[in-house]
């Protein structure tokens, strides 16, 4: 018997392909290139001053310790206050749970609700975690494919069609990644009467551009709400997200947590603390910042002759259609970054109804944003085309 062999589950869980596409790129980087990064999918702000002064508060006082498991007490009154101004929805902090970022927060909501075997719908295409925790689990994710025309939003008429005995939620993601569409009140109604708990990835909610987004909480209790600070305020690496979870599922969720993490980090709850309160202002500033290169990128991306049916009106992504240029888009990927010097994401990595496509990030400088492009634009018109 072989004593050091991997799990299966361990040896089989897919890696992010765009890591493939960053690794190819940093080694150029170091071979003297210089590279446009329009894979990225954090922000390319810092942390806004507030947060960072109330961590360093947070550190003086001395809240360097565990803290309740469920978050500290302040932060969840805040969230709460949080989903009441915005969404009208009424929560009570004990059905929320602070964690260190959504990952692991999904990855405990899957835990809680998943039994091998038993499936989860997701969209396709999708954040590339969801299936990858969900088979990790034993569970099966079942995709719903969406379609270009209207965004690749999920259609609950397509979601009905996939419910079997065995369904046990449906997953939604608005903003989401990788299109940067966002799912219209109408259909996330519907999908919340289907009877089935509703999982709600709001992760990039407030990244908003003229629309309006909508919590899954102002149409059914039968809900988890995930959310973090990653995105909104630029804090990628505090680490930090939360649930807002049916009270049945606080109690389990909570000895997850308190076995698998403790609690999140308390300096970074205090950090988040000071986002919701403080932050508006730094928010409003990188948003107008985003929805400015948003504009210019899909722009120039149809004038390039890549495929965007659809303005993208949340996050900072948009999923073009490439399909004109031929090869697959791996290969389109490490085409760009090699010949072009930019490095985009490749569709395939969000499911293999995103094959074809490309997802351009604007989490990057207006001034790299238009570098980028032009070089596309020299490359396609020039020795590709
Ligand atoms: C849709 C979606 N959900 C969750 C996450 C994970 O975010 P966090 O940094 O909070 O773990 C990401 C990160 O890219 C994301 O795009």
């Not at 964690?99 to 039994?115: Q, V």
């Not at 719903?144 to 079997?164: N, T, W």
């Not at 698998?260 to 932050?279: E, T, V």
Request: proline share 5%; net charge negative; aromatic share 10%.
């Amino acid at each position: 018997m072989e004593i050091m062999k991997v799990s299966k589950k361990a040896e089989e869980i897919p890696p992010f392909i765009v890591m493939d596409v960053l690794e190819k790129a940093h080694e150029l980087e170091r071979e003297g290139e210089h590279i446009i990064h329009l894979e990225i999918g954090e922000p390319d702000f810092p942390t806004p001053g507030c947060i960072c002064d109330a961590a360093a508060e947070a550190i003086k006082r001395g809240e360097t310790h565990y803290t309740h498991s469920l978050g500290i007490i302040e932060l969840r009154e805040a969230i709460c206050e949080q989903y009441q101004e915005k969404y009208g929805v009424k929560v009570e902090p004990d059905r929320i749970l602070v964690t260190s970022g959504t990952s692991p927060a999904l990855f405990m909501i899957f835990s809680a609700l998943l039994e091998a075997g038993e499936e989860i719908i997701l969209s396709n295409p999708h954040y590339p975690c969801y299936p990858n925790f969900a088979t990790f689990l034993g569970a099966r994710p079942v995709f719903v494919k969406g379609y270009e025309e209207d965004g690749f939003q999920l259609r609950p008429d397509r979601i009905k069609k996939k419910i079997g005995p065995r369904t046990k939620a449906i997953l939604i993601n608005s903003p989401a990644n990788p299109t940067g569409n966002l799912l219209s009140k109408e259909r996330m109604e519907e999908i919340a009467t289907l009877g089935l708990p509703v999982i709600s990835d709001e992760i990039y909610h407030g990244l908003v551009y003229g629309e309006k987004e909508h919590s899954i909480l102002e149409f059914t209790d039968k809900a988890f709400v995930l959310n973090g600070f990653s995105k909104l305020y630029a804090m990628t690496g505090w680490r930090l997200g939360y649930i807002i979870a049916p009270a049945p599922f606080v109690r389990p969720l909570q000895k997850i947590q308190q076995n698998f993490h403790i609690s999140a980090g308390s300096i970074s709850q205090w950090a988040g603390f000071a986002a919701l309160k403080h932050a508006r202002e730094d928010v409003d500033r990188m948003k107008s910042t985003y929805d400015e290169r948003r504009r210019y990128m899909i722009r120039r991306i149809r004038e390039l002759g890549f495929g965007l049916s659809m303005e993208p009106a949340g996050a900072f992504y948009m999923l073009v259609n490439a399909k004109h240029l031929g090869a697959s888009s791996y290969e389109l990927a490490f085409e760009l970054l090699e010949n072009a010097k930019v490095g985009v994401s490749p569709g395939i990595d969000f499911g293999d109804n995103a094959e074809g496509y490309l997802r351009f990030s604007y989490a990057n400088s207006l001034e790299n944003i238009k570098e980028g492009l032009d070089r596309l634009e020299a490359y396609l018109n020039g020795s590709r085309g």
